[in-house]
Each structure stands twice: as C-alpha cells, then as structure tokens.
C-alpha cells in the first residue's frame, strides 16, 4: 500500500510539475471555454483525455508499443496548439460540437499518455508488480488535472462574473497566449523529431 500512495503523489506532482507545463497548457486549453455551470461537460472531456492518456501510458509501460520520443515530444504541443485555435476559430461553441471535443480529448490523451509513459518507466525500472504503481499514477494524474480544472475554472467565475470580463475575450486571451507558447515548442522540438 505504501507504493500505491509513492506512486500516486508522483502522479499528481509530475501533472503538476511546471517543468512539464506541455501538460498543464493542455488541460488548461481544454476547459477554458466553459464556465462553472458547464463542471458536467469538463468532466467528461477530462475523463476522455485520462482514459486516453491510461491507454497508451498502460501500453507503453507494458511494452506492447514502442515510443519514438522525438515526436511525441513534438506532437504534444501540436495538440495544444489545435485544441486553441479550435477555441479562437470557434466564436460561438455549439452543442453538437461537444461529440466531437470528447474524442479529440480521447485520442490526445492517447499522445500525453506516451509523454508520460517515460517517466514512469524511469521510476518503475526493473519492477515487475507494476499494475498497482500503474494504477496509483494515473489516479494521482486525474487528481492533478482536477486541480488544474478546479483552477480554471474558478478563475474564469471569478474574471468573467465577478470582474466582469467578456467571456470570448477571456477564452481568446488565454487561447492565442497557448497557441503561441505552443507554437513555439512545437518549433524548438520540430528538428528532433523529424531532422535527427
């Protein structure tokens, strides 16, 4: 049991780590739309992008796939960088979008999930019981995303029903800051991944 916990505080730490940003900006990106009213619709989305970052993170750490880092790397910032100009391209959400944003947060998740899986394989080493460890991470990086939700959310109550900042400026702010953080990482990892 005291694994389980070990392997669940590294989880949330590592989602959290600002070192690893890629992934917070991502969460970040994905939820900014919505309001606090909306908590359904996040959590859902979330959970797509947590069932497909176990996936392959499960995959990975089984070494049932095999990962070219490089463009993992590089593709986890290409995510970000679609999912916010989907957000500044789209001045009006509509519902029958919502589909649509769960399996583009699914098969994102599939991508995040082969980002992470490197540091866990680093932590797990030679181990060979690592369903618990498995299991414990990916709760601890739900927990840490639901951190960064409960985050944003708030702040975006707080801006837009409090300060009284117009919704669409919010989500364009935070977006085009995301895009062009992404932007450039997706620049700076671009070589690694196709020129080496």
Same mark, same amino acid.
């Given at each position: 049991m005291q694994d389980f916990w070990l392997y669940f505080q590294l989880g949330w730490?590592?989602?959290?780590?600002?070192?690893?940003?890629d992934h917070i900006l991502f969460v970040v990106v994905l939820c900014v739309t919505y309001a606090i009213s909306d908590w359904r619709k996040v959590l859902?989305?979330?959970?797509?992008?947590?069932?497909?970052?176990?996936?392959?993170?499960?995959?990975?750490?089984?070494?049932?796939?095999?990962?070219?880092?490089? %463009?993992?790397?590089? +593709? =986890?910032?290409?995510?970000?960088?679609?999912?916010?100009?989907?957000?500044? *391209?789209? $001045?009006?959400?509509?519902?029958?979008?919502?589909?649509?944003?769960y399996l583009l947060a %699914?098969?994102?998740? +599939? =991508?995040?999930?082969?980002?992470?899986?490197?540091?866990?394989?680093?932590? *797990?080493? $030679?181990?060979?019981?690592?369903?618990v460890e498995l299991l414990a991470f990916n709760l601890g990086l739900e927990v840490g995303q639901v951190i960064i939700v409960v985050g944003i959310l708030l702040l975006s109550f707080l801006l837009i029903w409090i300060v009284k900042?117009?919704?669409?400026?919010w989500n364009f702010f935070i977006s085009s800051a995301i895009f062009g953080i992404s932007f450039i990482m997706a620049a700076e990892r671009f070589s690694a991944a196709f020129l080496n």
């Open positions: 730490q590592h989602i959290l780590d600002w070192q690893g940003y859902i989305l979330v959970t797509a992008f947590t069932v497909g970052h176990s996936i392959t993170l499960a995959l990975s750490v089984f070494k049932l796939i095999t990962i070219n880092t490089p %463009l993992i790397e590089f +593709l =986890i910032p290409v995510t970000i960088l679609i999912t916010a100009s989907a957000n500044i *391209l789209n $001045k009006k959400p509509k519902n029958r979008g919502t589909n649509f944003k %699914l098969f994102f998740g +599939l =991508i995040h999930g082969m980002g992470f899986s490197n540091y866990l394989k680093s932590l *797990l080493g $030679k181990s060979t019981s690592i369903v900042i117009k919704r669409w400026d």
